[in-house]
C-alpha cells in the first residue's frame, strides 16, 4: 500500500481539525438568539488551513506574523460585535485552531486529539457551566485543589530512592499512598454524589481495589468513622476491594506465565466469590440512611492518609528487618514478607522464577496464598486503626472468611 506524503496527512489533519471544531461553532450559531459570533464553519476549515500554510511556507516567523494578524482581527471583531460582552470562547478557540493547524507538521494525531478536546470542551459548555456553578460546592472545590497539589506538585518533587535501615522506605512510595488514599476518599464520594450511598461506595471500592485494596480498605473505614451511617456500604466496599485483589492476582500470574493459573485457580475463585457474597449482604441487607448535608462535608481526610501511609511504611520497615534477621532460606519467607507491601509484586516476583525455569508452577502456589494471607494482615491493621470497632470487626470477619475460602483448596488437595 503506497503511503500519503507527510504534507498530505498534515493538511488532512488540519482540515480535519478546523471542519470539527467550525461544525460545533456553526450549530451554536443557529442555537443563539442573539447571534454576534466572528467565525463559523468556513472560518474555522479556513483558519486551520492557514495555520498548516503559514508553518510549512514561512516556519515560525510567518506563524507568528500570522496569529498577530488574527488577533488584531478577531479583537475588531470583538469590539464591534456588541455593546454587551459577548465572551472571547470563540475567538481563543479560533487561535488555537490556526496552532493546532500548524501543530500538525509536527504530530499530526496529537494535533487531532487536542482538537477532539476542543470541539468537546466547546459542545458541552453549559453541561460544564451548569456543573461547576451548581453542582460543585466550595468544600468540593478547594479539596479537589489539594488533591491536584497533592498529586501534580509534590509527587513529582519527592525522591525516588529508598532509604532508612536497609533501604526499607521509598519516600515517593509513601507519598504515592497518600495521594492514592485520597483519590480513593474522593472517588467515594463522587459515587455517593452519583448513585448514593448503598451502591456508590461499594462500586468505588471495587474500582479503587485495582490500585490499591489495602488504601480502599483505609479510605473506607475513615469515612465509616466520620460518616457513620455508611457504615455498611463502606465494610461492602473494603470487602469488594480485596475480591478485586484476586481478579488482578489471577490477570498478573496469567500474564506472565499462564501455566501457575490452574493451581491457583480454586482458591482464587473461592476467594473472589466468598467476598462478593460478603460484599452483596452488607449492600442489600438494607437501606442506607442518607447522612444530614453531605454536600459539605469534606471528600476525604488527608490526615488520615499521610498517618495511614505512614503506618504501610513502617510495616514495610519492619518486614525489611525481619527478612534481614531471618536471612533468605527461599521463596516462601521473600514472598510472603513481601506480601506486606505489595501483593501483586510478591506474587510476580514467584512467577518469574517460573517462566525462568527456575522453579516449577507448583512450587509459587504456597508462597503467593502466603503473600496474599500477609497482606490481609495489613488490610486488618489499616481496619483497626481507620475504622473503629464498629468497622474493623466487620471488615476483619469478612477477612478472615475469604482467606479461609482461599486456603481451603489447598489444604484439601
Known amino acids: 500500500?503506497?503511503?500519503?506524503?507527510?504534507?498530505?496527512?498534515?493538511?488532512?489533519?488540519?482540515?480535519?481539525?478546523?471542519?470539527?471544531?467550525?461544525?460545533?461553532?456553526e450549530r451554536k450559531k443557529l442555537r443563539s438568539a442573539d447571534a454576534h459570533e466572528p467565525a463559523g464553519l468556513r472560518t474555522f476549515a479556513i483558519t486551520a488551513v492557514l495555520g498548516w500554510a503559514s508553518l510549512a511556507l514561512g516556519g515560525v516567523p510567518l506563524?507568528?506574523?500570522?496569529?498577530?494578524?488574527?488577533?488584531a482581527l478577531l479583537a475588531i471583531a470583538y469590539y464591534r460585535a456588541s455593546t454587551q460582552d459577548p465572551g472571547l470562547t470563540t475567538e481563543v478557540a479560533l487561535l488555537l485552531v490556526l496552532l493546532l493547524?500548524?501543530?500538525?507538521?509536527?504530530?499530526?494525531?496529537?494535533?487531532?486529539?487536542?482538537?477532539?478536546?476542543?470541539?468537546?470542551?466547546?459542545?458541552?459548555?453549559?453541561?460544564?457551566?451548569?456543573?461547576?456553578?451548581?453542582?460543585?460546592?466550595?468544600?468540593?472545590?478547594?479539596?479537589?485543589?489539594?488533591?491536584?497539589?497533592?498529586?501534580?506538585?509534590i509527587l513529582p518533587l519527592v525522591p525516588d530512592a529508598?532509604?532508612?535501615?536497609?533501604?526499607?522506605?521509598?519516600?515517593?512510595?509513601?507519598?504515592?499512598?497518600?495521594?492514592?488514599?485520597?483519590?480513593?476518599?474522593?472517588?467515594?464520594?463522587?459515587?455517593?454524589?452519583?448513585?448514593?450511598?448503598?451502591?456508590?461506595?461499594?462500586?468505588?471500592?471495587f474500582i479503587s481495589g485495582f490500585?490499591?485494596?489495602?488504601?480502599?480498605?483505609?479510605?473506607?473505614?475513615?469515612?465509616?468513622r466520620r460518616e457513620p451511617a455508611t457504615l455498611k456500604p463502606a465494610v461492602a466496599a473494603a470487602t469488594l476491594s480485596s475480591a478485586t485483589t484476586m481478579l488482578l492476582m489471577a490477570v498478573v500470574l496469567a500474564a506472565i506465565d499462564i501455566r501457575?493459573?490452574?493451581?491457583?485457580?480454586?482458591?482464587?475463585?473461592?476467594?473472589?466469590l466468598t467476598a462478593c457474597a460478603y460484599a452483596a449482604h452488607f449492600s442489600l441487607s438494607d437501606h442506607v440512611r442518607a447522612e444530614p448535608d453531605p454536600l459539605n462535608r469534606h471528600i476525604f481526610d488527608w490526615r488520615m492518609a499521610v498517618g495511614a501511609a505512614l503506618v504501610i511504611a513502617l510495616v514495610q520497615l519492619f518486614s525489611a528487618l525481619f527478612f534481614h534477621w531471618m536471612g533468605n532460606p527461599g521463596?516462601?519467607?521473600?514472598?510472603?514478607?513481601?506480601g506486606f507491601a505489595d501483593v501483586h509484586a510478591a506474587a510476580a516476583s514467584g512467577a518469574v522464577l517460573v517462566a525462568a525455569g527456575k522453579v516449577a508452577p507448583d512450587a509459587v502456589v504456597l508462597p503467593v496464598l502466603a503473600a496474599i494471607t500477609t497482606n490481609t494482615v495489613s488490610k486488618c491493621v489499616m481496619a483497626a486503626i481507620t475504622g473503629g470497632w464498629?468497622?474493623?470487626?466487620?471488615?476483619?470477619?469478612?477477612?478472615?472468611?475469604i482467606i479461609a475460602a482461599l486456603w481451603l483448596p489447598w489444604l484439601v488437595g
Open 1 to 25: 500500500m503506497t503511503e500519503l506524503p507527510p504534507d498530505v496527512i498534515a493538511l488532512g489533519a488540519a482540515l480535519g481539525i478546523g471542519l470539527l471544531v467550525g461544525i460545533e461553532r
Open 63 to 71: 506563524l507568528a506574523a500570522v496569529a498577530v494578524g488574527l488577533s
Open 101 to 153: 493547524g500548524a501543530f500538525c507538521h509536527r504530530s499530526p494525531a496529537m494535533a487531532v486529539a487536542v482538537g477532539v478536546v476542543l470541539a468537546l470542551l466547546l459542545a458541552y459548555r453549559e453541561g460544564l457551566h451548569h456543573f461547576v456553578r451548581a453542582q460543585l460546592t466550595e468544600t468540593e472545590v478547594r479539596d479537589g485543589l489539594v488533591l491536584a497539589s497533592a498529586a501534580l506538585v
Open 162 to 205: 529508598y532509604i532508612g535501615p536497609y533501604e526499607a522506605i521509598n519516600l515517593r512510595t509513601v507519598w504515592m499512598l497518600c495521594v492514592l488514599m485520597m483519590s480513593i476518599g474522593a472517588l467515594g464520594h463522587l459515587a455517593i454524589r452519583l448513585a448514593g450511598p448503598r451502591f456508590g461506595l461499594p462500586l468505588a471500592g
Open 211 to 224: 490500585a490499591s485494596s489495602t488504601a480502599t480498605v483505609a479510605s473506607m473505614g475513615e469515612r465509616s
Open 260 to 272: 501457575i493459573l490452574p493451581a491457583l485457580a480454586l482458591p482464587l475463585l473461592g476467594a473472589f
Open 331 to 338: 521463596v516462601l519467607l521473600s514472598t510472603a514478607m513481601s
Open 390 to 401: 464498629a468497622y474493623a470487626s466487620r471488615v476483619i470477619a469478612g477477612l478472615a472468611l
